[in-house]
């Protein structure tokens, strides 16, 4: 009887339909993202994308009102959803879940050319986990984007031969590199890996193939900066797309030690893989997928540091390569799974369970499911008929948005973005240095309001000189207001 349910299981898996399987992802990740669908912020690099979204919304292309460090497809992205649904919260979680989706789906096509379907599903499952929980990646991240992007042209390369789904492919990763520059080195080695094996082997992609497909990469690019040309502002594509990055990864490296545990863990998974002979590196696809780990892992070197959701552009490729392996030793040793790790499996969503909770908490006590300090905020401001013109946040500054008012200056659309002098120069701020920008800030717009969070240093530790100025002129200049949760409001003597 037994024996007969995992045919009947094994059986259910292999039946199940594309369409099938990518509703079951959808819906998966809807059940894990839907209660951070109402929440201010997850991470605060979102409430700036959607800054400069909206900004973008109003007719300033980006990099012209507000500037941030991430080229402009990502601005376009959340300037499609608010133009099309305003300002809405819902709808950009919602298209969060979207990418994420489409991002499991094609790494369950993907590994579907190498292991089973039960695999392929379970590996897609996975990496809806992966790109969902653990840390700020509830939120809609620029990595989200590209990977929507990225996974999908990967897919096109491995199971298509035809020239339109090579161009199509190169048009992906042109998208993809506009969302997220490093991605170029991983775009790059495809791009050396296609030209090699049109050059000097037999295999499938010829030399106008791999022409057609740089050409689809170049036309994207070129589309973003059209915008540009055609105001005459060319340039200020190239000084905030290409230069101002390269300066900022030089500018701020991590130490090796906390670079190196991520290329210890792929080296020594790749060194067992190979070893143990659960890969076969002669196989086309797994080369693919491997140059894209490699090209990713180089971009992370190049660029100096490695935050926690940098990891979602390597969670695809490396989880396949990882399921390869364990669906192999599965197949060999047929181990008796436990039936308790069902019960771990159903735990792993915890951090959304207890989202769950927040919202019906917050809905009992306050009357709205949308809660955090970015929210409250901006709607005691406005209860309290406070300054919202001549307002700065430190802290919750998506609070702008739902205010509908800018930052005090085009520095200050990040928060962190004020002590990132090295960038000054590339969106033209007259003042050079950290400080300075600050005093600025303070001493002649001298904001109103000013909302900063309780129990949290203003800037970045390391800023030590602006955390002492911040300070002391905060005591002298301003008084407590009110304490809305955890956001503290100041206003001006």
């Given at each position: 009887?037994p024996l007969?349910?995992?045919?009947?299981?094994l059986l259910?898996f292999?039946?199940?339909?594309?369409?099938t399987?990518?509703?079951?992802l959808?819906?998966?990740?809807?059940?894990i993202?839907?209660p951070?669908?109402?929440?201010?912020?997850?991470?605060r690099?979102?409430s700036?994308?959607?800054l400069?979204?909206?900004?973008?919304?109003?007719?300033?292309?980006?990099?012209?009102?507000?500037w941030?460090?991430?080229?402009p497809?990502?601005?376009?992205?959340?300037?499609?959803?608010?133009?099309?649904?305003?300002?809405?919260?819902?709808?950009?979680r919602f298209?969060?879940?979207?990418?994420?989706?489409?991002t499991?789906f094609?790494?369950?096509?993907?590994a579907?050319?190498?292991?089973?379907k039960?695999?392929?599903?379970?590996?897609?499952?996975?990496?809806?986990?992966?790109?969902?929980?653990?840390?700020?990646?509830?939120?809609v991240?620029?990595?989200?984007?590209?990977?929507?992007?990225?996974?999908?042209s990967?897919?096109?390369?491995?199971s298509k031969?035809?020239?339109?789904?090579?161009?199509l492919?190169g048009?992906?990763?042109g998208?993809?590199?506009?969302?997220k520059?490093?991605?170029?080195?991983?775009?790059?080695?495809?791009?050396?890996?296609?030209?090699?094996?049109?050059?000097?082997t037999?295999?499938?992609t010829?030399f106008v193939?791999?022409?057609l497909?740089?050409?689809?990469?170049?036309?994207v690019?070129l589309a973003?900066?059209?915008p540009?040309?055609?105001n005459?502002?060319?340039?200020?594509w190239?000084?905030?797309?290409?230069?101002?990055?390269?300066?900022?990864?030089?500018?701020?490296r991590?130490?090796?030690f906390?670079?190196?545990?991520?290329?210890?863990?792929?080296?020594v998974?790749?060194?067992?893989?190979?070893?143990?002979?659960?890969?076969?590196?002669k196989n086309r696809n797994?080369?693919?997928?491997?140059?894209?780990?490699?090209g990713?892992?180089?971009?992370?070197a190049?660029g100096g540091?490695i935050?926690?959701?940098?990891?979602?552009?390597?969670?695809?490729?490396?989880?396949?390569?990882?399921?390869?392996v364990v669906?192999?030793?599965?197949?060999?040793?047929?181990?008796?799974?436990?039936?308790?790790?069902?019960?771990?499996?159903?735990?792993?969503?915890?951090?959304?369970?207890?989202?769950?909770?927040?919202?019906?908490?917050?809905?009992i006590?306050?009357?709205t499911?949308?809660?955090g300090e970015?929210?409250?905020?901006?709607?005691?401001?406005?209860?309290n008929q406070?300054?919202t013109?001549?307002?700065?946040?430190?802290?919750?500054?998506?609070g702008?948005?739902?205010?509908?008012?800018?930052?005090?200056?085009t520095a200050?659309t990040?928060p962190?973005?004020?002590?990132r002098?090295?960038?000054?120069?590339?969106?033209?701020n007259?003042?050079?240095?950290?400080?300075?920008?600050?005093?600025?800030?303070?001493?002649?717009?001298?904001?109103?309001?000013?909302?900063i969070?309780?129990?949290?240093?203003?800037?970045?530790?390391k800023?030590?000189?602006?955390?002492?100025?911040i300070?002391?002129?905060?005591?002298?200049?301003?008084t407590?207001?009110?304490?809305?949760?955890n956001?503290?409001i100041?206003?001006?003597l």
């Amino acid at each position: 009887m037994p024996l007969e349910r995992n045919r009947n299981a094994l059986l259910a898996f292999s039946q199940m339909k594309d369409t099938t399987v990518f509703l079951l992802l959808s819906l998966i990740t809807l059940f894990i993202r839907f209660p951070f669908f109402f929440r201010d912020y997850v991470d605060r690099d979102e409430s700036t994308f959607i800054l400069l979204g909206q900004s973008w919304v109003d007719g300033f292309l980006p990099y012209t009102q507000l500037w941030d460090l991430k080229p402009p497809l990502t601005f376009a992205f959340f300037a499609a959803i608010i133009s099309i649904f305003g300002k809405s919260f819902v709808a950009i979680r919602f298209a969060g879940v979207v990418l994420v989706a489409i991002t499991a789906f094609f790494t369950y096509k993907i590994a579907l050319t190498l292991v089973s379907k039960k695999a392929s599903v379970f590996i897609g499952i996975i990496c809806v986990v992966l790109l969902s929980l653990f840390g700020s990646l509830q939120g809609v991240m620029s990595e989200h984007i590209c990977m929507a992007f990225f996974v999908p042209s990967i897919y096109l390369l491995l199971s298509k031969n035809s020239s339109f789904s090579i161009f199509l492919s190169g048009i992906l990763v042109g998208a993809t590199v506009m969302v997220k520059l490093n991605m170029a080195f991983p775009i790059l080695f495809l791009g050396l890996f296609l030209c090699f094996e049109s050059i000097f082997t037999n295999k499938k992609t010829s030399f106008v193939q791999v022409v057609l497909f740089g050409t689809g990469a170049i036309t994207v690019i070129l589309a973003t900066v059209t915008p540009y040309f055609l105001n005459d502002i060319t340039y200020t594509w190239w000084e905030s797309v290409i230069l101002a990055p390269l300066e900022y990864t030089e500018a701020r490296r991590y130490s090796v030690f906390k670079l190196a545990p991520i290329f210890v863990i792929t080296a020594v998974f790749l060194f067992y893989a190979h070893k143990s002979k659960n890969l076969d590196f002669k196989n086309r696809n797994i080369q693919l997928l491997l140059i894209t780990i490699i090209g990713v892992l180089f971009s992370f070197a190049k660029g100096g540091r490695i935050n926690g959701h940098y990891l979602i552009q390597l969670h695809p490729m490396l989880l396949i390569l990882v399921g390869v392996v364990v669906s192999n030793l599965i197949t060999v040793h047929k181990p008796k799974i436990p039936t308790y790790l069902a019960v771990i499996g159903l735990l792993i969503p915890a951090e959304s369970y207890l989202e769950y909770v927040n919202v019906i908490n917050n809905k009992i006590e306050k009357g709205t499911i949308f809660n955090g300090e970015g929210f409250s905020a901006p709607q005691f401001i406005l209860e309290n008929q406070l300054e919202t013109k001549n307002v700065l946040f430190f802290e919750y500054h998506i609070g702008y948005w739902n205010l509908g008012t800018l930052p005090p200056t085009t520095a200050s659309t990040h928060p962190s973005n004020i002590c990132r002098d090295e960038l000054f120069t590339f969106f033209k701020n007259p003042r050079k240095k950290s400080i300075e920008e600050l005093k600025f800030i303070m001493e002649e717009l001298q904001p109103k309001t000013v909302v900063i969070r309780k129990g949290k240093r203003i800037l970045d530790k390391k800023e030590v000189e602006e955390n002492q100025y911040i300070d002391n002129y905060l005591a002298q200049h301003y008084t407590l207001f009110a304490t809305v949760d955890n956001a503290i409001i100041l206003q001006r003597l």
